[in-house]
């Protein structure tokens, strides 16, 4: 067996993996070994007097001294042989580059296995019901995830001038390996402005014209320590209030996200008080200003390529629904609960983990502040049909605990079946829509949701009120900021009870 240590980096990974494929070595037959750059030196060193070309050792203790290690290790040009490196989709060079950002002791070993099938004529290997599909897409989704999170919540300080530069500090402590990913994003957006972006692996460095990411050495280290006081790498960089508006204006017109409290791995010490304040007051500013229904984009033509084939058409009931890979880690499929005719519909974004154990809609902590809603908006939950876009629970596990995952594209295109169904089915007169995926889910367009609150959308023959989901309101701290974010909700349900007992098929 093949012990391949590397530094870990797809660069290397992939310079490796070219000359295993050139040698036909099966991926069984190799042994990958991440190592850090301190250890990689030292690895180097203990391989013989010639550094520039180690030894890779085998598991049964001795050496070999072939190709695969000066391209695996120093990068440099393997032994010229007769067989071609094989070609591969870009599409697909794509996903394994993503892949390759998600932390895990195999993760050298799937992109090799993954890259072996492909080259060997199994195109099923990306397919989410083959298992290493099914593994490689829930890794590129999870750092996609990990990735929206980054750049819409890392927020950048001012230092005092008098400590010199960076004029910028930013913190974050990811999961997965997203530096480089994160320091591209904000190097296109952030002009002329020097800033560091810094992490428990690594830090990426902006001096206003040139982009310098990597382990700091030793030197570096002890610059940026004089640089950085433990206070302004703790939260307490010094910024003025102007500064600090100025930096959540940017975030509000970039992103256009939900806002919620900024995690503790993001900046140690979060912004006091409403974290996009601006946004709210547009949100307020839009209330009852529409008197007709309005449009949305019109849904874009669906394309499909080897990488995303064709979804297939269910064979039976929901609850044996493998049209995307959800089911294989959530506990049942929730389906929509209320009755048959119910003249106005409630869509949500995707059962959580109480609606996951118990199989009944909205009946976790979001379901109780829905029931508080609807009671205030005059309705009974037993007159609404409940439903979700998203048929099962997405999580992922952090300090132990299952927390919600925004489900991708993909998932919520293959549960669109179902909610097509139950549409056609109950055939509401109107639907609120709780979230930005329930919103998309419906008019099957990408819309922002704070474009859209306070609006009624005619789409299909029917009425879309769109609102907040009870559960963006559970997580805002701050009281006053809650409370209007549930006052939102209710008015939106009023609006959708009146217009459903009009029974039009427009806005009066």
């Not at 000066?70 to 580059?97: C, D, F, Q």
């Not at 930005?436 to 949701?449: D, E, F, I, Q």
């Not at 609006?455 to 879309?464: C, P, W």
Request: charged share 20%; glycine share 6%.
């Amino acid at each position: 067996m093949k012990r391949i240590p590397i530094e870990p980096s797809f660069a290397a990974w992939r310079r490796a993996a070219r000359a295993l494929l050139r040698q036909e070595i099966e991926p069984a037959q190799v042994e990958w070994v991440e190592l850090a750059s301190d250890a990689l030196e030292g690895a180097r060193s203990d391989a013989g007097q010639d550094t520039s070309s180690p030894a890779v050792t085998s598991t049964s203790g001795t050496t070999d001294t072939t190709d695969i290690s000066a391209t695996a290790v120093t990068g440099s040009s393997p032994t010229p042989n007769n067989t071609a490196p094989p070609a591969i989709p870009r599409e697909l060079l794509a996903r394994l580059k993503a892949a390759a950002c998600y932390r895990a002791p195999d993760r050298w070993a799937l992109l090799y296995r993954v890259l072996w099938r492909w080259t060997h004529g199994e195109r099923q290997v990306i397919a989410l019901d083959d298992p290493d599909g099914a593994q490689l897409a829930q890794r590129i989704q999870s750092v996609d995830h990990e990735s929206e999170d980054l750049v819409t919540l890392t927020l950048f300080r001012r230092r005092d001038p008098s400590m010199g530069l960076p004029e910028f500090v930013g913190w974050y402590e990811p999961h997965h390996d997203l530096l480089e990913r994160a320091a591209a994003y904000f190097g296109k957006r952030m002009g002329d402005s020097t800033w560091m972006l810094a992490t428990p692996q690594g830090a990426a460095f902006w001096n206003g014209m040139l982009l310098r990411i990597g382990r700091p050495a030793t030197e570096e280290s002890a610059q940026t320590a004089h640089a950085l006081p433990a206070g302004a790498m703790a939260g307490e960089a010094i910024t003025s209030e102007p500064t600090e508006a100025l930096w959540l204006a940017y975030y509000a017109s970039a992103f256009n996200a939900e806002p919620a409290p900024v995690p503790l791995r993001y900046w140690r010490t979060p912004a006091a008080g409403p974290p996009l304040p601006a946004r709210l007051a547009r949100e307020r500013s839009r209330l009852g200003a529409q008197s007709a229904a309005v449009t949305v984009p019109e849904r874009a033509p669906i394309e499909y390529s080897a990488v995303t084939p064709p979804l297939r058409e269910p064979t039976g009931p929901l609850a044996t629904c493998r049209r995307c890979a959800l089911w294989r880690n959530a506990k049942q499929a929730v389906a929509g609960a209320g009755p048959a005719r119910a003249t106005l519909m409630v869509v949500g974004e995707q059962p959580g983990e109480y609606e996951n154990q118990h199989g009944e809609p909205f009946g976790g902590p979001a379901g109780q502040l829905l029931d508080t809603v609807l009671a205030r908006a005059g309705l009974e939950r037993s007159a609404l049909y409940l439903t979700y876009a998203i048929k099962h629970y997405k999580w992922e596990t952090l300090d132990q605990q299952r927390i919600h995952r925004t489900p991708a594209p993909r998932e919520v295109e293959a549960c669109q079946y179902w909610l097509e169904q139950e549409l056609t089915h109950i055939a509401p007169r109107v639907v609120v829509t709780l979230g930005a995926t329930a919103l998309k889910a419906l008019t099957g367009a990408h819309v922002n949701l704070s474009e859209y609150l306070g609006q009624t959308i005619a789409r299909d023959g029917r009425l879309i009120v769109p609102t907040w989901h009870p559960s963006y309101a559970l997580r805002t701290a701050d009281a006053h900021l809650r409370e209007d974010i549930v006052a939102t909700i209710v008015s939106a349900f009023r609006r959708a009870a009146e217009l459903a007992a009009e029974g039009t098929s427009c806005c009066r």
